[in-house]
């Protein structure tokens, strides 16, 4: 069954590249709703921006949307993660600012907030999306890909020159509460160097690495406390695909491969997915295959003690 919120839970923080302060409330809302953004600081015109593939406007460092009056969010993807880690299908996010808060810089304080508010099923059956035969995209020596499977596993490869990255590999079945247990804590990632050059763009403005991002520099580690787990940054990529993925507009029941890929390239993915009528189909979950959906099953116990 498809599932939403109990009650609206709050946030308030700052927005990672803005910098600006911004409240952010996710409400419950009807079967079949999906997850829509609405925006309560601008009082004229369509403020209402759904969360999905075709209104993603590209952009290398985060994931921004935009409905067609113009209207925007920005950084929707930790949030996006929380919610379909949680299992939530339906909610409206009401937000008086361009970009979600960044808040610790991972998806731990939305997913504590959904579950305290807990999450209720509703009585409709969810409906997902069959990934039927191999898709894939790639960029330079950045590759996204997506193939047949049972439910959704994402596998992703990170190689960074800087020695206190290197390369990482992860893979995880998002069932069982996996997401939650593993991933809903690991934070942002950038390098020094990185900073430096987004901050000259007028980027990053709210960055902080004692806060809400964790900074490298070569062989170290510069945000105080260090990292959550060795592998903190491949972790992060995977809570970012999970999220931006999400933008499908139902659950995946698929296999998703990324090597070096970004929010553009797994963006990229959905567009060369839909574009091909062979490559997917709708499913209605029975019982079963509603038991591997992520989110499915999710409980406050499962959540990390680091966060
Ligand atoms: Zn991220």
Known sequence: MQATLKSSVRFTGTGLHSGAAVHLVIHPASADYGIWFKRTDILLGDTMIPARWDVVEQTPLCTRIVNSAGVSVATIEHLMAALAGCGIHNALIEIDGPEVPILDGSAAEFVRAILKAGVVAQDTPVRAIEILKPISVERGDARAELVPADELRIDFHI?????????????????????????????????????????????ALGGD???????????????????????????????????????????????????????????????????????????????????????????MAEFPAVA
């Open 209 to 299: 690495p004692a806060e809400n991002a964790v900074v490298f520099d070569g062989d170290k580690v510069l945000s105080p406390g260090g990292l959550r787990y060795a592998d903190e940054p491949v972790r992060h990529k995977m809570l970012d695909a999970l999220g931006d993925l999400a933008l499908a507009g139902a659950p995946i029941l698929g296999r998703y491969l990324g090597t070096r890929a970004g929010h553009a390239l797994t963006n990229e993915l959905l567009r060369v997915l839909f574009a091909d009528p062979s490559a997917w189909r709708y499913v209605e979950c029975d019982h079963q295959m509603a038991a591997r959906l992520p989110g499915a099953g999710v409980h």
């Open 159 to 203: 190689d960074f020159v800087d020695a206190a990255i290197g390369q990482q590999t992860k893979g995880l079945n998002m069932a069982n509460g996996s997401f939650v247990r593993e991933l809903c804590d690991s934070r942002t990632f950038c390098r020094q160097a990185d900073v430096e050059t987004m901050q000259a763009n007028g980027l």
